[in-house]
């Protein structure tokens, strides 16, 4: 069972950086497909991010050209680089994983099977 702890959200300044970081544990991600969602209030959550195991990525169009994901096998990790953030970038940020057997390109949230508990980034003005 993988276990998926995000850090690095907080408060910043619209216009600033900020990388997410996914830890995972219990069972290796390597041949995972890896995802970023997001979820703000009053909101369903909705995809940002994706990467899989050959290191192909794809990103939602409100974010495509502002925010990278990356990941790092031999640790266990997964990114979420975040570049000019937005007002509207504030969000609760769920990292998640899904098995390598679900294939790629895997853009809906039904298609993980472990998620993180979120972290907030919230952007002022």
């Known amino acids: 069972q993988v276990q998926l702890v995000e850090s690095g959200g907080g408060l910043v300044q619209a216009g600033a950086s900020l990388r997410l970081s996914c830890a995972a544990s219990?069972?290796?991600?390597?041949?995972?497909?890896m995802g970023w969602f997001r979820q703000a209030p009053g909101r369903e959550r909705e995809f940002v991010a994706t990467?899989?195991?050959?290191?192909?990525?794809e990103y939602a169009d409100s974010v495509k050209g502002r925010f990278t994901i990356t990941r790092d096998n031999a640790k266990e990790m997964v990114y979420l680089q975040m570049n000019g953030v937005k007002v509207e970038d504030t969000a609760a940020y769920y990292c998640?994983?899904?098995?390598?057997?679900?294939?790629?390109?895997?853009?809906?949230?039904?298609?993980?099977?472990?998620w993180g508990q979120g972290i907030q980034v919230t952007v002022s003005s």
């Open positions: 990467i899989d195991w050959m290191n192909y990525d």
């Open positions: 219990g069972g290796t991600i390597r041949r995972n497909v």
């Open positions: 998640a994983s899904a098995n390598a057997w679900r294939g790629s390109r895997l853009l809906s949230a039904n298609d993980y099977d472990y």
